[in-house]
């Protein structure tokens, strides 16, 4: 079992920055790809970024791109999620979760069904 704790959300203006950690706790966490997610009420959780067991891969969705930065420290059983130049419609409730089924140390899925364990969530409202 991992569990998973996301913390730093909260109110911005849009064009502003928030970063998002995810804190990993119980089996060894450089064994899981982790992924970011968000969820509007009403709608489908959708990838945001995903980050491999090692760190050297990493993906984002092409509304995210070049303004988010997925990073982790294994070291630290974290991830995190830098979030620049924020618009309205980033906000969302922002969901972590790790996925341990890959033994390749470069890979990562952006498949909601991959993933096993799950934060809480924490909330992003940008306003505008």
């Known amino acids: 079992q991992v569990q998973l704790v996301e913390s730093g959300g909260g109110l911005v203006q849009a064009g502003g920055s928030l970063r998002l950690s995810c804190a990993a706790s119980?089996?060894?966490?450089?064994?899981?790809?982790v992924g970011w997610f968000r969820q509007v009420s009403g709608k489908e959780r959708d990838i945001v970024a995903a980050?491999?067991?090692?760190?050297?891969?990493?993906y984002y969705a092409d509304l995210v791109k070049g303004r988010f930065t997925i990073s982790r420290d294994n070291a630290k059983n974290t991830v995190n999620l830098q979030m620049n130049s924020l618009k309205p419609e980033d906000t969302a409730v922002y969901y972590c979760?790790?996925?341990?089924?890959?033994?390749?140390?470069?890979?990562?899925?952006?498949?909601?069904?991959?993933?096993?364990?799950w934060g809480q969530g924490t909330q992003v409202t940008v306003s505008s």
């Open positions: 979760a790790a996925d341990g089924s890959t033994v390749y140390s470069n890979y990562y899925s952006t498949a909601l069904g991959s993933y096993d364990y």
């Open positions: 119980g089996r060894t966490f450089s064994n899981y790809a």
């Open positions: 980050i491999s067991k090692s760190g050297g891969s990493t």
